[in-house]
């Protein structure tokens, strides 16, 4: 029984930080790559970031390099996702996804997904 389950999602004023966390039970985040994603209400679900924790390699959507982090604690088998100088472009609700088949950013390779967690950014 794997389940995923996302926190750290708010309300933020534009310019503010937000860290996500995805905490995994009953899979080990160092077995395959394990990614970030978001969905506006609308519009088509998009790669934010990846890791494969095994490597040791980490993986961003262009348009956020410099402003997203993602990290991990395997004592904690967590992922976890820094969010800096937030814009309301960023306002979605964000999904932790693990085991990734191929294709770093197709979604539908992913085998396993969190419930999601809200991020809203005001201007």
């Known amino acids: 029984q794997v389940q995923l389950v996302e926190s750290g999602g708010g309300s933020v004023q534009a310019g503010g930080s937000l860290r996500l966390s995805c905490r995994a039970s009953?899979?080990?985040?160092?077995?395959?790559?394990m990614g970030w994603f978001r969905q506006a209400p609308g519009k088509e679900r998009e790669g934010v970031a990846a890791v494969s924790v095994r490597l040791g390699l980490t993986f961003y959507a262009d348009s956020l390099k410099g402003r997203f982090t993602i990290s991990q604690d395997s004592a904690k088998n967590t992922v976890y996702l820094q969010m800096n100088s937030l814009k309301p472009e960023d306002t979605a609700m964000y999904y932790c996804?693990?085991?990734?088949?191929?294709?770093?950013?197709?979604?539908?390779?992913?085998?396993?997904w969190g419930q999601g967690t809200q991020v809203t950014v005001s201007s």
């Open positions: 996804a693990a085991d990734l088949r191929r294709g770093m950013w197709n979604s539908k390779e992913y085998s396993y």
């Open positions: 009953g899979y080990t985040i160092s077995t395959n790559v």
